[in-house]
């Protein structure tokens, strides 16, 4: 059963950074199983629907919302599981609840979510 555990989420001033890890669990480490898997990061602020940040295809390209103008990078390190979404230049409209998906197979496995506020 894959799991899939977001953090490094927080409070943060205007401008400031933040690095959000996406830890699978459940998949194989051998055989690079975890780049098979589209991951991709959403976020959610209150009374608003969820909304596609970021993404990285089973082919390691990666996709970015046209908010995010540059801002945010995705990585990914398949040997550890674990996929990340680093934010500079964090704007208050930011603030939102970050989830990680991954993909497999046409199989949807989520996180729980990780807070991200950024306010003065």
């Known amino acids: 059963q894959v799991q899939v555990v977001e953090s490094g989420g927080g409070l943060v001033q205007p401008e400031g950074s933040l690095r959000l890890s996406c830890a699978a669990s459940g998949i194989a480490t051998s055989g690079n199983m975890f780049s098979y898997y589209l991951k991709g990061w959403y976020r959610q602020a209150p009374g608003k629907q969820r909304e596609l940040v970021a993404e990285?295809?089973?082919?390691?390209?990666?996709n970015y919302a046209d908010f995010v103008e540059g801002r945010f990078a995705v990585s990914m390190e398949n040997a550890k599981n674990t996929a990340y979404l680093q934010m500079y230049s964090l704007k208050p409209e930011d603030t939102a609840v970050y989830y990680c998906?991954?993909?497999?197979?046409?199989?949807?496995?989520w996180g729980q979510g990780t807070q991200v506020t950024v306010s003065s």
């Open positions: 998906k991954l993909k497999y197979r046409g199989v949807d496995y």
């Open positions: 990285i295809s089973v082919l390691g390209r990666p």
